[in-house]
Each structure stands twice: as structure tokens, then as C-alpha cells.
């Protein structure tokens, strides 16, 4: 080969383009569209349920309620035996369970006059309040045939104390079970007899003085058959530590910690209609607690130690956040209980 001859061209290497700041500037796009996006939905107001109205009746015993609630139920006992769900998916066994204990004295009191509160209680409403560290007054009004099976003869044998409250006979049935007939088939129950005196002469009205409950009340759907409110943040905390005091991995599924309020309704039907609304202390609170109360019934739809019962009911569950609030829903269809009945 001559060495005059040129060597043929080599082509020359093209450094690679570089491409940093436009993946950079991709991914701040789209982080800026993920946050807009995230904010937009925090703060968006989504459309409720239509609320049901209370009743003339319900409403005018809630107004007469002294002071303020930190906790309100009420069950339509009544309304609910009489509906599909009832009379089909729950078990005869259960029917018959007494719907609530009054304590060792009272519970032997009603068991000698044949009474089964699941049966013979139409209607109870109970408002309580915190005094004190331990201590608890309520007040409330329950109906139905129970009342008739109790008359005013058989509350005075039975009573500790009786005595006379708004120019009605009040008796003392325990420590702290105070009862007052109001008529054939109605009692007004309270803590104390100063309790009831408060009652039975009201002065303002608990709505107007108390606009948590009120509140919570009103966003209340299902008004007919059961309900509760919990405006009071000390009622929320100890309900919720006695629901994680066995776990503690629970208290953060959530963000339980910084719940404030909680209600919840019942409409028993051919199926069971439910909401339960979680209020935090603001928007991201309960954004992120949606989030994992969403992830948790994605992922026991799919665990392997969910039963394909529970799994049918997840799947009627959803989560949403609106505003400062956390709403669960839930339409639990008929059969999805026939099945879990069978299956158990």
C-alpha cells in the first residue's frame, strides 16, 4: 500500500443529544397537572345525598333537650321490623336478642313483666352528655308497648325513690335510670331527675344553641331508622379508642387520630341503605384518610383472607372525600346477606 495514499474517511461520532431538560421540564409539567388536579378535587364541593326531614315530632323532642349533645341516637325499631330486610335476612335468634341491657336491676325488672325491648320498643331517642372525666347525663324519650306492660303501678313498687317533676310522677329505677310516663305508650328517661326537670321545662332550643349537632344532623340522609351523631370531639376519641385499643396499626388507617365528628344513618329496606360521614380538622386530612380508606377496601376485595362474603359486601362500599369530611357509603343488597347467612 502507498503511503501517500489517504486513508479513507472515518465518520465522525456525534455526541449524543442531551435530553435532561426536557424530561425535566416533561415531568414538572406534569407534577404541576397532578397537584392542580389533586387541589381542584380537595377543595371541590361534590353533590350530597338529598337529606330526609326529621319529623314534627322528633324535631320538638330534640329542641326540648337541655344544654347541648355530645352524642344523639336514635332507632325506629318499629319501622325496622317492619321492613323486607328484617323479616327475611335477620335470624329468628336474633330477633328475639333484647335490643339493649339496662343493667342487671332494670333488665330483671322488665323480664318479670314479659318485656323484650327488640320487640316491644317502637322508637328511642337519647342524647348524651360528658361531665366530668367518667361520668355521663343523658336524656331521651322512648316508645312503644313496652310502656303499656309498665304502667305507672308497677314503675312505684319498683322504684328506689319516686317524686314529683314539671306536675309529673317521676321514679328512680336504678342509680342512674330515671323514668317519667308520658302518656300510654311513651317514657321520658334520663340520668337524674334534674334531668328530666330540664326536659320536661325547656328553655331555648337545643338547634339553635348547638350548631354541631345540628350540623350533623341535618347532612344526616336517612332519618327514619337509625341514626347517631358524634359532634363532640372527646365522645369521637373514646369511641374510636375502644374500637383500636386491640390494634394499633388501626389508629393509622385513616388518619384516625385527627378525627373530630362522626355520624351515621341506616335505611332498612329491601337491602340496607348507609353513610357514615368522618369530619377532620381540614381538607387534607381528609383527603389523605379517604385515600387509605379507599386503598384498604381495594385491597381486601383482593387479600387472600377477605371471605368472598366480605368481599361481595366491599364491593358495595364507597369512600369519598368532600371538603373537611369523609363519606362511606354503602348499598347492601338483600341476597348479599342470604349468601352470607348460608355460607356462615
Known amino acids: 500500500m502507498n503511503g ?5 474517511n472515518q ?14 421540564a416533561t415531568f414538572f409539567v406534569l407534577g404541576l397537572i397532578v397537584v392542580s388536579v389533586g ?3 380537595i377543595n371541590w364541593k361534590k353533590p350530597r345525598l338529598t337529606p330526609e326531614k326529621l319529623s314534627p315530632e322528633l324535631t320538638t323532642l330534640i329542641q326540648n333537650m337541655p344544654g347541648t349533645s355530645d352524642a344523639m341516637f336514635y332507632v325506629g325499631l318499629k319501622d325496622i321490623r317492619d321492613s323486607r330486610f328484617w323479616q327475611e335476612a335477620v335470624p329468628d335468634s336474633l330477633k328475639e336478642t333484647p335490643f339493649l341491657s339496662m343493667g342487671k336491676r332494670v333488665d330483671s325488672l322488665l323480664a318479670v313483666s314479659n318485656i323484650n325491648l327488640t320487640r316491644d320498643l317502637d322508637t328511642l331517642l337519647i342524647s348524651f352528655q360528658r361531665s366530668g372525666i367518667k361520668e355521663q347525663k343523658y336524656i331521651g324519650m322512648a316508645s312503644g308497648e313496652f310502656a303499656r306492660k309498665f304502667p305507672a303501678t308497677a314503675l312505684r313498687a319498683a322504684s328506689l325513690e319516686t317524686t314529683e317533676v314539671a306536675g309529673r310522677n317521676a321514679y328512680e329505677l336504678d342509680s342512674t335510670l ?3 310516663p308520658m302518656g300510654p305508650n311513651r317514657l321520658a328517661i334520663a340520668s337524674s331527675s334534674e334531668m328530666l326537670e ?14 354541631p349537632t345540628a350540623a350533623l344532623i341535618q347532612k344526616t340522609p336517612y332519618k327514619s331508622h337509625f341514626w347517631f351523631t358524634l359532634p363532640s370531639p372527646q365522645w369521637t376519641a373514646g369511641a374510636l379508642q375502644s374500637i383500636t385499643s386491640k390494634n394499633s396499626d388501626v389508629k393509622s388507617v385513616g388518619n384516625l387520630n385527627r378525627l ?3 355520624s351515621m344513618s341506616v335505611k332498612f329496606g329491601d337491602g340496607l341503605l348507609g353513610q357514615s360521614e368522618w369530619v377532620y380538622n381540614d381538607r387534607q386530612g381528609a383527603f389523605f384518610a379517604s385515600t387509605f380508606l379507599w386503598a384498604t377496601i381495594k385491597l381486601s376485595t383482593l387479600g387472600p383472607r ?5 368481599k361481595a359486601l366491599l364491593h358495595h362500599m364507597k369512600v369519598q372525600q368532600n371538603l373537611e369530611s369523609v363519606i362511606i357509603t354503602a348499598d347492601l343488597p338483600l341476597e348479599a346477606f342470604k349468601k352470607t347467612s348460608h355460607k356462615e
Do not use: C, M
Open 178 to 180: 330515671w323514668v317519667a
Open 11 to 24: 465518520p465522525l461520532l456525534q455526541a449524543p443529544k442531551k435530553k435532561g431538560p426536557k424530561v425535566i
Open 306 to 310: 377477605t371471605s368472598e362474603a366480605a
Open 198 to 211: 330540664k326536659f320536661l321545662r325547656p328553655s331555648g332550643h337545643l338547634l339553635d344553641r348547638d350548631a
Open 4 to 8: 501517500n495514499e489517504s486513508k479513507p
Open 39 to 41: 387541589y381542584l378535587w
Open 260 to 262: 373530630q365528628q362522626i
